[in-house]
């Protein structure tokens, strides 16, 4: 049984710095794409950024362009996102979400989900 377990999100200041993880159990974890994704309240879901499993291909939405960093462990089985200069804006549920091979910006296309960890910036 496939599990995605998020960590690390909180209440920060804007300008501030977060690290998020996703720590993945049930799957050959280097054969599977992993992508972030957030959800604000009323808004679609996003992707924020994903990386394929030998890490040597990197998405990132415009909004984090230059400022997150996706990083993966596969020997930890394990994602990162490192979010720096955070903004109001970035406040979001934040899931992590895992499909083979490949991945897109869909959140239909990918397979298994994490429960969400909350980051909330502050003005």
């Known amino acids: 049984q496939v599990h995605l377990v998020e960590s690390g999100g909180g209440l920060v200041q804007a300008g501030g710095s977060l690290r998020l993880s996703c720590a993945a159990s049930g799957l050959t974890f280097n054969l599977y794409a992993m992508a972030w994704f957030r959800q604000a309240p009323g808004k679609e879901r996003e992707c924020v950024g994903a990386i394929i499993g030998s890490a040597g291909n990197v998405y990132y939405s415009d909004s984090a362009k230059g400022r997150f960093t996706i990083l993966r462990d596969n020997a930890k089985e394990t994602m990162y996102l490192q979010m720096n200069s955070l903004k109001p804006e970035d406040t979001a549920v934040y899931y992590c979400?895992?499909?083979?091979?490949?991945?897109?910006?869909?959140?239909?296309?990918?397979?298994?989900w994490g429960q969400g960890t909350q980051v909330t910036v502050s003005s």
């Open positions: 979400a895992a499909r083979k091979l490949f991945y897109t910006r869909g959140a239909n296309d990918y397979d298994y």
